[in-house]
């Protein structure tokens, strides 16, 4: 996972910004329970996502959903 998030900062010229774990830099990323490369429907486990430095947890996700559907 590590190699494919610094591919994508090479590719959008932002090496440093983003692909990195590191003060300043960007941090949007889903956390999930289990490993997805041991596992794929790991990925449908959330706990929670931090999107622009901010956490979001699954029980506020799951809130917004019912919210807006």
């Known amino acids: 996972m590590q190699c494919l998030l ?3 900062a090479k590719y959008f010229e932002m090496k440093g ?3 990195v ?9 889903v956390l999930v ?3 997805p490369l041991e596992n794929l429907s790991n990925l449908r486990k959330v706990n929670g ?6 956490w979001l ?5 799951q ?5 807006r559907i």
């Open 17 to 19: 910004q983003f692909g």
């Open 21 to 29: 774990i590191q003060k300043s830099a960007s941090a949007d990323f």
């Open 6 to 8: 610094t591919l994508i």
């Open 57 to 61: 947890p699954k029980e506020k996700l």
């Open 49 to 54: 996502v931090m999107v622009r430095g901010k």
């Open 33 to 35: 329970e289990g490993n």
């Open 63 to 67: 809130g917004e959903l019912r919210r």
